[in-house]
């Protein structure tokens, strides 16, 4: 995975997480969807900020993490 790939990534589930919590405060989602927003979309920010630190500006690769 390339670093502006994970970056995006990243980006998005941040944006999204965001705008969630923007219709909510805002009274247009109910508290349940944003919490279930927020416990869908952190992994995924996770991940991809895990990616983005890990991978290198040269050619595409995917970081061992583990099993």
């Given at each position: 995975?390339?670093?502006?790939?994970?970056?995006?990534?990243?980006?998005?589930?941040?944006?999204?997480?965001?705008?969630v919590?923007?219709?909510?405060?805002?009274?247009?989602?109910?508290l349940?969807?944003?919490?279930?927003?927020?416990?869908?979309?952190?992994?995924?920010?996770?991940?991809?900020?895990?990616?983005?630190?890990?991978?290198?500006?040269?050619?595409?690769?995917?970081?061992?993490?583990?099993?």
């Amino acid at each position: 995975m390339k670093k502006k790939h994970a970056a995006r990534i990243a980006l998005t589930g941040v944006s999204i997480s965001a705008g969630v919590g923007i219709l909510h405060i805002s009274g247009f989602v109910p508290l349940w969807i944003y919490a279930a927003v927020l416990a869908l979309m952190f992994p995924v920010v996770v991940l991809a900020l895990f990616f983005w630190w890990m991978a290198k500006e040269g050619r595409e690769d995917i970081p061992f993490i583990g099993y």
